[in-house]
């Protein structure tokens, strides 16, 4: 594991902004009321997911110059217009029924969407660029607290240009709309627009009732005796510390000399999961959780259509004491996720129905470890007409979130002319430290 130590440190700029202005579908829209799927309503997804796309100055884009692109706002933004036609309902707005559940009332109000300008360049962010970025709260604008979702616009966008020609493409989706892959398909719409094309590709499916009606994988933890109460960090998240980690070809390879062959995937899981562990709690006996999110569009029978941009997740747990997790092997704890992944690929018979969606939400906890792999989403291949990011991924790298406790994501990276898997964590300061020493064994 390498620490990745860029040279932002102590960067500090402001961003003049225009005023925040609603971006309504290009043409009109119906007017109604559509149903979020029971995926969807998991308590655990009302959150604002933010994203950060770092792009070159276009001049160095042979295709883009001789389009004559000057401005990437403006350029994204009447693109957005057009993809809102096609998804009309991400330009509504969520209501809540008298049951609970999430309805969006597709009534064009739009997407709210910021430019605005930074004295700075893409070289004064470091090399290589990773999260935390300086000044995050300059590059996105006004996201909603988890309170407010229900009357706030589905998406923000800002994007910031920079003086050498470059910007900084931020966003926030309201996760109770779509999961990463869903996201992905809706800003790849909004690049082909941007480059010329009269329409998506890939047309857009809502049919949200497919995964509140019909049969899908199972989400269930590998113990059954879960134990849902937990003692809550009592560090305050603002004396919270980002840092990120990089996993190459060599980390990965002393991760496998001691366990029988594995995933990249799983090896990273479970070695992260027993320093965090190890990193926060003291009591041998406290129970842990780990969750990570797992995409099961493959698991459906029949298959979902193409374009359907829900959420289409499970999130396996397991769980271990923090003794257990210190003093075993660590095939053991490989071995726990490895069942625990398995565990969702065989029970794919299990009504995906409110009951079963409660039953979930009631096991999400504060004492949480939860991974979400965003290697394969496609983030880091969106073209604008500016050639792909430089960095596509997470915005603060790593989140806290009540209902699944310390949240992180896999990044695809290279350091150093290698090839490999950014990890960025956060975590108490006081935790922090011990977890820099606990992940650098390897």
Not at 344 to 354: A, I
Not at 411 to 437: D, Q, W, Y
């Amino acid at each position: 594991m390498t620490e990745i130590n860029g040279t932002n440190t102590g960067l500090t700029f402001k961003v003049m902004r225009h005023a925040p202005e609603l971006i309504c579908p290009a043409n009109p829209t119906p007017y109604e009321f559509k149903e979020l799927s029971n995926l969807d309503n998991n308590k655990g997804l009302r959150v604002h997911l933010p994203f950060i796309l770092f792009y070159k100055n276009h001049t160095s884009n042979i295709n883009s110059s001789l389009r004559g692109f000057d401005d990437p706002a403006k350029v994204i933004k009447d693109a957005i217009a057009k993809a809102l036609v096609s998804y009309y309902p991400i330009a509504g707005r969520l209501r809540e029924t008298g049951e609970g559940k999430l309805v969006v009332e597709c009534n064009g109000k739009g997407v709210l969407f910021i430019e605005g300008d930074a004295d700075v360049t893409l070289d004064d962010f470091g090399h290589p660029l990773h999260p935390p970025f300086p000044c995050s709260d300059e590059l996105l604008y006004g996201v909603p607290v988890t309170s407010e979702i229900l009357h706030s616009s589905l998406l923000i966008i800002q994007v910031t240009r920079l003086k050498c020609g470059g910007f900084i493409f931020a966003l926030s989706l309201n996760h109770a709309m779509t999961d990463g892959i869903g996201l992905v398909q809706f800003l790849n719409a909004v690049t082909e627009l941007a480059g010329g094309a009269q329409h998506p590709s890939i047309p857009p499916v809502w049919m949200r009732h497919l995964l509140s009606d019909a049969p899908g994988p199972s989400q269930g933890s590998y113990h059954e005796d879960v134990r849902y109460e937990y003692n809550c960090i009592t560090s305050p998240l603002d004396e919270l510390v980002h840092k990120s980690f990089f996993f190459g070809s060599a980390e990965i390879a002393r991760l496998q000399e001691s366990v029988s062959p594995s995933t990249t995937f799983e090896l990273i899981i479970a070695h992260l999961w027993r320093c965090h562990t190890m990193a926060l709690y003291s009591d041998p006996q406290e129970t842990v959780q780990l969750t990570f999110v797992m995409n099961t569009r493959s698991k459906y029978n029949p298959s979902l259509p193409t374009g359907y941009y829900g959420n289409v997740i499970a999130v396996p747990i397991a769980q271990a004491t923090t003794a257990e997790l210190s003093e075993n092997p660590f095939q053991y704890i490989v071995d726990l996720v490895k069942r625990t992944k398995e565990n969702v690929n065989v029970n794919v018979n299990v009504n995906v129905n409110e009951e079963y969606v409660k039953s979930l939400a009631n096991r999400m906890a504060v004492g949480r470890f939860t991974v979400s792999d965003h290697r394969r989403i496609g983030l880091n291949c969106l073209d604008f007409g500016w050639g792909r990011p430089v960095y596509g991924g997470f915005g603060r790298g790593s989140e806290f979130n009540p209902y699944l406790g310390y949240i992180t994501c896999f990044t695809p990276f290279k350091h150093l002319g290698k090839s490999g898997v950014l990890v960025p964590i956060c975590l108490p300061r006081s935790a922090m430290e011990k977890f820099v020493n606990l992940v650098s064994l390897v």
